[in-house]
């Protein structure tokens, strides 16, 4: 079906990948990489549904996969889809290449690493840049994407290559929100943990209030990326805590409203706080003055979630080894 210009064979195969999540056994796969890469000497409609299936079937690719799929050019031609001028693509190739790229960079950090270049960012991000004033939340998605899997456990020496993926991962941030806005997070993440010039940079430009409004107005999963990301940085750059209090003023604010989920995390981030002696004193001020928020995180010792009563018990359990009287006086008048 795909060697004899069969669209509908295509999207047959494509509809039972996508719709009923077949595991494909990896030497069909591989047999299926074979047979497309004549389709991608072609400019043909069902280039886009062959690269759906690729698309699909990346899920589950191997360090093999990955080597037929240059032995055999196709990834030379994905590269080429998303690296040329906007005017001579297909903007659905634009998507599916990225897709495909950043699960086949999961299946082999050897293709990312080649790929660790300025010419060859500097080329992308300029497309990337191009296309934000798309407003287009799949391509917005996209490029996410294909730059949380190209970001994640940058080497050391790719310092300025992150600083530029996190200034447009920064900007989408703005522009997006929901499941886009999560995923820059990632980005972000990956590009500043190890590099705490990035950290101090957007600390200077005014980074934790927009982390304050996500906390307070965003879903769970933009929360939780903020809270690890937060976590991350605490651990890299002492500027952080001159605005830490205002973030977990915003933490205690939503504590009565998280559900389940979230207040585990932010349960836990505001557990590990106590390990980090430069700001225990301001941290313990906050606690003293924000009675409401010290008395439901006791009181959740008593939720009938185990991961809610174990991370506070080693909440108060932090509380009373800094042996402060005044704290824990506040502490047992509060139910502990």
């Not at 494909?24 to 690269?51: A, R, W």
């Not at 190739?93 to 699960?103: D, G, K, R």
């Not at 010290?294 to 800094?322: D, G, P, T």
Request: glycine share 2%.
């Amino acid at each position: 079906m795909v060697l004899s210009n069969d669209l509908t064979g295509i999207d047959f195969i494509y509809q039972i990948l996508y719709d009923k999540e077949v595991k494909i056994d990896q030497s069909l796969v591989n047999s299926m990489i074979q047979c497309f890469v004549p389709l991608f000497q072609q400019n043909s409609n069902k280039l886009i549904m062959v690269l759906k299936i690729l698309h699909q079937t990346s899920l589950g690719i191997t360090y093999q996969s990955v080597e037929i799929l240059k032995q055999t050019g196709i990834v030379s031609f994905l590269i080429s889809i998303i690296i040329n001028q906007l005017s001579s693509i297909n903007i659905t190739f634009f998507i599916e290449s990225l897709h495909i790229l950043a699960l086949l960079f999961q299946a082999q950090i050897q293709l990312r690493n080649e790929l660790l270049t300025e010419e060859f960012i500097n080329k992308f991000l300029s497309v990337a840049q191009e296309l934000i004033n798309c407003e287009d939340a799949q391509v917005f998605k996209a490029i996410g994407s294909f730059l949380a899997s190209y970001t994640h456990q940058l080497p050391f020496q790719c310092e300025s290559i992150s600083i530029k993926i996190y200034e447009i991962a920064h900007e989408l941030l703005q522009r997006s929100f929901g499941d886009v806005m999560a995923i820059m997070l990632i980005v972000m993440k990956h590009t500043s943990e190890s590099f705490q010039r990035i950290i101090k940079t957007a600390l200077d430009n005014g980074i934790m209030q927009q982390l304050v409004s996500i906390i307070l107005y965003d879903s769970d999963k933009c929360k939780e990326r903020v809270l690890k990301m937060v976590l991350v940085w605490c651990k890299k750059c002492d500027s952080l805590w001159l605005s830490m209090n205002s973030f977990v003023l915003a933490i205690f604010s939503y504590l009565k409203e998280a559900s389940n989920d979230i207040l585990i995390e932010m349960i836990y981030f505001l557990k590990e706080l106590f390990l980090f002696e430069q700001y225990l004193p301001s941290y313990l001020k906050l606690l003293k003055e924000n009675i409401d928020a010290l008395q439901f995180l006791i009181a959740s010792i008593r939720s009938k979630y185990l991961k809610i009563q174990e991370l506070s018990l080693e909440f108060v359990h932090q509380i009373c080894l800094l042996n402060d009287c005044q704290l824990m006086e506040l502490a047992i008048d509060n139910g502990m």
